[in-house]
């Protein structure tokens, strides 16, 4: 079975510093990863992800993430953040075959403080 | 992507009734997908529906408490059945589009029930 661990259930950070934060999984066969941010009283909206390739990708309002296959991450980062930045985020993982089920982390709140 | 609306967006209910969550998508997939948010947690997936066959729930939730209806390509209706206030979460439906990996997200239901 797979799951998703997000150390990090809060992040507070000042505007314009680099955030990361945290997710770590466990899967015994090859994953997608994906990350998704929910603003407040919002549905959730998929900031990046990674099917195969190049382990750095690029998502949407300037956030990137690493996948490591060694250490089973992929961590989600961004250089320098804003105060709209502040939202919910969770990691998901779904396994490399025909199941279509995504297992969702905990989440981590970032909290940007001007 | 896939865009996706939900009705109703938010409800009040009394315990013992029932609540009827509808979700448009404006394309046609075969994947879909009915999560629970329960207040301050994570995502959990109730069960997924496709078009054209009964609805499959995750362990923990049965289809006499939360019926699913898949008429078509673009629609699916959940309903929470003689609820209590344990129902009280925000509900969001979400889809696979074809070819794609990734899921998009509705808005979300978000239900309290007293």
């Known amino acids: 079975a797979q799951s998703v661990t997000q150390l990090d259930s809060q992040v507070p950070v000042f505007e314009e510093a680099p955030v990361e934060l945290r997710c770590n999984y466990s899967?015994?066969?090859?994953?997608?990863l994906f990350w998704y941010v929910q603003y407040p009283n919002q549905g959730l909206q998929l900031l990046l992800k990674?099917?195969?390739?190049?382990?750095l990708v690029k998502g949407i309002n300037g956030f990137e993430a690493e996948f490591n296959k060694s250490q089973t991450s992929f961590h989600l980062r961004k250089p320098s953040v804003h105060i709209s930045d502040t939202a919910e985020y969770f990691c998901?993982?779904?396994?490399?075959?025909?199941?279509?089920?995504?297992?969702f982390g905990s989440g981590t709140r970032l909290l940007v403080r001007p | 992507s896939a865009v996706i609306s939900q009705k109703p967006s938010r409800d009040i209910c009394q315990r013992g009734t029932s609540l009827t969550i509808q979700c448009q998508v404006d394309?046609?997939?075969?994947?879909m997908f009915w999560y629970r948010q329960q207040p301050g947690q994570s995502l959990t997936l109730i069960a997924t529906?496709?078009?054209?066959?009964?609805?499959?729930?995750e362990s923990g939730f049965v289809i006499d408490k939360f019926p699913i209806s898949r008429p078509n390509l673009t629609f699916s209706t959940l309903t929470v059945s003689n609820m209590s206030p344990e129902d009280s979460s925000i509900y969001l439906c979400?889809?696979?589009?074809?070819?794609?990996?990734?899921?998009?997200f509705g808005p979300g239901t978000r239900l309290t029930v007293t």
């Open positions: 979400s889809v696979t589009p074809s070819g794609r990996y990734e899921q998009y």
């Open positions: 899967s015994s066969v090859s994953v997608y």
């Open positions: 990674y099917l195969s390739g190049s382990t």
């Open positions: 998901a993982v779904r396994t490399v075959d025909s199941s279509y089920k995504l297992i």
């Open positions: 394309s046609q997939v075969t994947m």
């Open positions: 529906a496709n078009q054209g066959s009964e609805a499959t729930y």
